[in-house]
């Protein structure tokens, strides 16, 4: 099987490969070729090609080639009609004109019924042109069916192509600040693939980097497979691989590789010594079609015969438009716009026209607005504005316009219209010193052009605002510093002469208190509320409690007050009566809850792993090696220890923690108020805990106060100090030196040895020692001092 992929991929790279030589047909289409005059016209209506999207039977062509009057070849212009792949058409369905005839210049035909596809010539006269071209169609019009139609893709494609080089060089010229913004909306619009790194270029290197490498910027839309995959039968995954390739063009002209491979097998079928066959791409702009060539044709054997697409025939199918934005749009705004995707063609081509928003009112009023196609900014934009001022509520908007001769309908848009007098505050009292939301209700939020607050002394303040809804409006009001007083909120609307006048009054917010909690034998309690910034102290019969920290939260503050010794009251309920900065008071409930566990260490017992190679070291009380296992025990007061008792092991960050329980075997107790408890501080906590551990008892919910337990220290493994036997500094060896801030020879530093920082050497230079110990200080517990015992020195 792969042998056969590969055999099939061979051939259709040969068959391809005529159109990369020197003599092959180029995918540029860079040539401009001579302009046609077509017009169609149907019934009483006569448009320019340009204007027509389709054909349909019926329909009266009306063909003039515009050669430059000293036109020295002769050329046929020849128009035929196919009617598929399969059928082919009559001689009849061919008509000519001889272009170098003034009276027979023009070529004047009706669409016969039946016919699929209509094709033109620009074929040169030698006496038998006619004949070989008609007999060429007619022997194989599946053929020039496809390329016919391939070629009119083409042409649309060329068309967005134009569009958008057209429009960054109208931007460059007018605004070419702009580029970055704009092009990327306008490229979107066309199908065009935009390279964005050309904007991190100088601003006046963008549009020429925008515009080069044009053959890579089209993208596809809606192509089908091509003919030189229906003719080979090659599987659909293997010819668009061998498309990807430089040999078949990628790179070259994406949306030609189609046209082009088509066009190498066509030439390859057709292709005579008398004649050969140039694919022209049709591009209408006004009255006038104007043919882009790819290669610049011959007037000696083979002579170029120009093949020239047409519209389709059939119905006028306009492209699926679909409305981009989310919410509604205001009717009444001077600059609407109506984002649509989907609207390539609506750009490129003149096939729209008569385009508006169609606005239905509730008493069956109409009215129309007429749009523009503007691919710049990526929507329809109304070109009249008009009076746009409809009091009556709008039923249904809608696309409108025409498309060829044909009348078409778009997809509706969510509009709506000024209703100012609607809109009312969910409440006008407001609360100062603070950013407040205001919830507005009313009618025609896509219509509101700005929000303004004015303050007591008449200064305007803009606001923001989010529309939640058609009738829901969220302003932010922003009144950290505004002071107590009357303000007026100002809603203006796009198309009202008056904005809409919204009276608030703004207030203190009221301190409320909630409640104050306090637990038996402690200094400070919390007491939770709103606004107790403004407590000035709380009482408790004699005891007098002052503010502390104050925490705000979404459902209150929480405000801490400490007295100067602890309450003595019982736990239950008091009364506590506050007093606030201005001097008003007001009596809220106390509750005294059961005194918090306490407990303290009584002793401790660490046991040191053995370290290889290494003087004996001396450590403080409170100093254990990660590595180390720690005994300790604790006395409970208020109550003693109960099975609900736990203690809480914490770093002093709080990054690392453990819980040990009665309940879990981890805390053993002793009697009634002693626990003894185990641990291994590297393991439970981490290689990373190093400094001051701390712990706190805890009693269910209720936890006690956090207290230093011991401090995790790293040491270093001193290997041997050596001296010299005849006077002269020492020599201090061993491991992990680094953790040593400063040696000494006495407890009392007198003649320090600074340790350099980021020292990571492995022996270290000293004073011979007076005695037989050295003294450290370690960066782990700077204000401690182990001992090092100079044992059996040399």
């Not at 981890?666 to 009697?671: C, S």
């Not at 500094?729 to 030196?737: A, N, S």
Request: charged residues 20%.
């Amino acid at each position: 099987m792969a042998r056969f992929i590969l055999r099939l991929s061979l051939s259709l790279i040969m068959c391809v490969a005529p159109l990369t030589s020197t003599q092959a047909q180029s995918t540029m289409f860079d040539l401009t070729g001579p302009t046609l005059t077509v017009t169609v016209t149907r019934g009483e209506t006569t448009l320019p090609l340009a204007q027509v999207p389709a054909l349909q039977p019926g329909d009266k062509l009306t063909l003039r080639a515009n050669l430059p009057e000293d036109q020295s070849a002769r050329y046929l212009l020849i128009v035929g009609f196919l009617r598929g792949a399969t059928n082919p058409p009559p001689k009849d369905w061919f008509v000519e004109a001889e272009t170098w005839k003034p009276k027979k210049s023009t070529l004047s035909v009706e669409i016969p019924e039946g016919a699929e596809q209509a094709i033109a010539f620009l074929a040169p006269e030698t006496g038998g042109g006619r004949n070989a071209v008609i007999s060429g169609v007619r022997g194989k019009p599946g053929v020039f069916l496809r390329a016919t139609q391939d070629l009119y893709q083409a042409s649309l494609d060329r068309a967005r192509l134009e569009t958008f080089i057209a429009g960054i060089a109208a931007l460059d010229e007018a605004a070419p600040e702009r580029l970055g913004q704009v092009s990327p909306v306008l490229a979107n619009s066309l199908g065009i693939k935009l390279d964005a790194e050309c904007l991190k270029h100088p601003r006046a290197q963008q549009a020429a980097c925008l515009t080069q490498n044009r053959e890579r910027m089209v993208l596809q839309i809606n192509r089908g497979a091509t003919l030189t995959e229906t003719l080979t039968g090659a599987p659909a995954d293997v010819a668009y691989r061998i498309a990807a390739t430089r040999e078949a063009g990628a790179g070259y002209y994406s949306p030609y590789i189609g046209l082009a491979r088509d066009l190498a097998k066509l030439f390859g079928a057709f292709r005579t010594a008398q004649y050969q066959y140039l694919p022209a791409l049709a591009i209408g702009r006004g009255d006038e079609t104007r043919l882009q060539l790819n290669e610049a044709p011959s007037f000696q054997n083979p002579r170029s015969v120009l093949v020239v697409p047409m519209p389709p025939i059939g119905p006028a199918m306009p492209p699926v438009l679909r409305p981009r934005a989310k919410g509604m749009m205001c009717l009444n705004r001077p600059d609407l716009e109506l984002p649509i995707e989907g609207a390539a063609l609506f750009y490129a081509t003149s096939y729209a026209g008569d385009l508006s928003l169609r606005i239905r009112t509730e008493d069956g009023g109409t009215t129309d607005l007429p749009l523009s196609p503007d691919p710049a900014r990526g929507a329809f934009v109304v070109t009249a504005p008009g009076d746009r001022k409809p009091t009556e509520r709008v039923s249904e908007a809608m696309l409108h316009g025409r498309w060829g001769f044909d009348d078409f309908e778009g997809p509706s848009v969510h509009v709506q219209t000024v209703a100012p007098a609607s809109w009312k505050a969910e409440q006008t009292n407001v609360v100062v010193g603070r950013e407040q939301p205001l919830v507005l209700r009313g009618e025609g939020a896509a219509c509101i052009e700005k929000v303004e607050l004015r303050d007591a002394a008449g200064a305007l303040r803009g606001l923001t605002w989010k529309a939640n809804s058609a009738q829901d409006v969220t302003v932010t009001l922003p009144l950290e510093d505004m002071a107590p007083g009357s303000l007026t909120l100002l809603v203006s609307h796009y198309g009202a002469e008056n904005p809409t006048v919204l009276p608030l009054k703004a207030l203190r917010e009221a301190s409320r208190l909630d409640g104050f909690l306090l637990h038996a034998g402690d200094k400070a309690g919390v007491l939770s509320g709103a606004r107790l910034d403004q407590v000035a102290h709380l009482q408790i019969g004699e005891a007098r409690f002052t503010p502390g920290h104050l925490a705000r939260a979404k459902g209150g503050d929480r405000l801490e007050l400490a007295s100067e010794a602890p309450i003595t009251a019982q736990p239950g309920e008091a009364q506590a009566r506050v007093t606030m900065r201005d001097g008003r008071t007001a009596n809220v409930r106390a509750t005294i809850a059961t005194a918090r566990p306490s407990a303290v260490v009584v002793d401790r017992n660490v046991s040191m792993p053995a370290v290889p190679d290494a003087l004996a070291l001396e450590l403080p009380e409170d100093i254990v090696p990660p590595a180390a296992r720690l005994t300790f025990s604790l006395r409970y007061a208020k109550g003693g220890i109960g099975a609900q008792d736990a203690i809480e092991i914490a770093t002093a960050d709080g990054t690392a923690s453990h819980r040990l329980s009665v309940a879990d075997g981890e805390l053993q107790r002793i009697g009634t108020d002693v626990a003894v408890a185990t641990i291994e501080p590297q393991a439970l906590l981490g290689a990373g805990a190093v400094g001051e551990i701390r712990f706190r008892p805890s009693r269910g919910d209720v936890s006690g106060d956090w207290q230093p337990l011991v401090r995790i220290v790293r040491l270093p493994a001193v290997e041997r100090v050596a001296c010299p036997s005849e006077g002269g500094d020492c020599r201090l060896e061993g491991r992990d030196l680094f953790v040593i801030a400063a040696i000494a020879d006495d407890a009392l530093f007198a003649r320090p040895v600074t340790v350099p920082d980021g020292f990571v050497g492995t022996s270290l230079s000293l004073p011979r020692p007076q005695g037989d110990s050295l003294y450290l200080r370690l960066h782990d517990a700077p204000e401690s001092v182990v001992r090092l015992r100079l044992a059996d020195r040399p």
